[in-house]
């Protein structure tokens, strides 16, 4: 049966560096007007979510999302090369995409807070994004919650690659709220301890599998083999 596999960005195939932090920033001082005095809270949040947090943390309304998402853009562009200055790929995730992207019957793609333009601004400087089908992905601007992002990379994958509804889904991601988007959306889990959430926070947010990080390749290869199957 084929396999749809979804990749969380931050955390779990580059480490940032702040620069994602920094855009927030720039984009909310761009809507509001002033500096940010306190920083954007991430942790496994959608960008609607993230920007929502910061305009309440600063005791201000939040703007409508249209609003947002031209000043979101317009702060993560051209941050490429700052990127790949302060940032990296994480240990074992360039073999992993590589191997994954040629496994037969094997979709891969993005499940991500950020919005499109900026998951590509994050994988092209470490030409990550020639190694996943970003067009079925799922993105921050799609929904609010990250577990409804699910159903928007289904139809994306079915209206470009012809997959039924019931293909199963593995998320592969590094917070509490990866695991959650998976287990309330009927998707399976391949929780990673490479952000700041250890093993037992993943396995208490209800993953049975975490890895250390993504070095493995064989045994991420044979842990997808297992889930090609429908969810429970």
């Known amino acids: 049966m084929p396999l749809i596999v979804l990749w969380d960005i931050d955390h779990t195939l580059i480490d940032n560096a702040g620069v994602s932090k920094e855009i927030y920033a720039a984009a909310f001082e761009r809507v509001a007007g002033r500096a940010a005095v306190y920083p954007a809270r991430t942790e496994g949040r959608t960008d609607r979510l993230i920007l929502a947090g910061m305009f309440r943390d600063h005791g201000l309304d939040t703007p409508a999302w249209p ?58 400087p470490f030409g990550l994004d020639v190694l996943l089908d970003l067009e079925c992905g799922a993105y921050g601007a799609d929904a609010d919650d990250r577990a409804a992002l699910v159903d928007v990379a289904r139809e994306r994958m079915n209206t470009r690659h012809g997959l039924a509804r019931n293909v199963p889904v593995v998320l592969i991601g590094d917070t509490p709220r990866d695991v959650e988007a998976a287990l309330n959306s009927g998707a399976h889990i391949i929780a990673v301890a490479s952000g700041i959430h250890e093993e037992g926070e993943l396995r208490a947010a209800g993953a049975t599998l975490v890895l250390p990080d993504l070095r493995n390749t064989p045994a991420l290869l044979e842990h997808l083999r297992t889930l090609a199957g429908p969810a429970e």
């Open 67 to 124: 609003d947002l998402l031209p000043a979101l853009e317009a702060a993560g562009k051209g941050r490429e090369t700052e990127l790949a200055r302060r940032g990296r790929v994480l240990p074992g995730v360039r073999d992993a995409l590589v191997a994954v992207a040629a496994a037969p019957d094997v979709v891969s793609s993005v499940l991500t807070g950020n919005i499109r333009a900026n998951a590509r601004v994050k994988l092209a």
